[in-house]
């Protein structure tokens, strides 16, 4: 059964980092694309980053790029999203997803995902 774990959410500091990880297990590791997401109250689930595990083609939805990276340990089934110059409007629930076949823009950009994990709350505020 595919599970998707994620950790290293908290309160961060505008400017602040943080880095969130997703573990998962179940399924063929590389013949997948993980993303990243984010939700807040009253609005649509948003693509953050995703990136197949493949040919490590990387999508940033344009809010995040140059702040966050999506990177991957293959040995150790885990997603990473590195967050840097963390704005108030980062502040959301973050969860990583899972996609087979591994098309990046349709997940990210329609949010075409076969796996959600439960999240992991990110709040930047001072």
């Known amino acids: 059964q595919l599970q998707l774990v994620e950790s290293g959410g908290g309160l961060v500091q505008p400017g602040g980092s943080l880095r969130l990880s997703c573990a998962a297990s179940g399924f063929t590791w590389d013949t997948y694309a993980i993303g990243w997401f984010r939700q807040v109250p009253g609005k649509e689930r948003e693509g953050v980053s995703c990136t197949a595990l493949d040919t490590g083609t990387t999508y940033y939805a344009d809010s995040v790029k140059g702040r966050f990276t999506i990177s991957t340990d293959n040995a150790n089934k885990t997603s990473y999203l590195q967050m840097n110059n963390l704005e108030p409007d980062d502040t959301g629930e973050y969860y990583c997803?899972?996609?087979?076949?591994?098309?990046?823009?349709?997940?990210?950009?329609?949010?075409?995902?076969?796996?959600w994990g439960k999240g992991t709350r990110v709040t930047v505020s001072s």
């Open positions: 997803a899972a996609k087979h076949p591994a098309v990046v823009y349709n997940m990210c950009v329609r949010r075409s995902v076969d796996f």
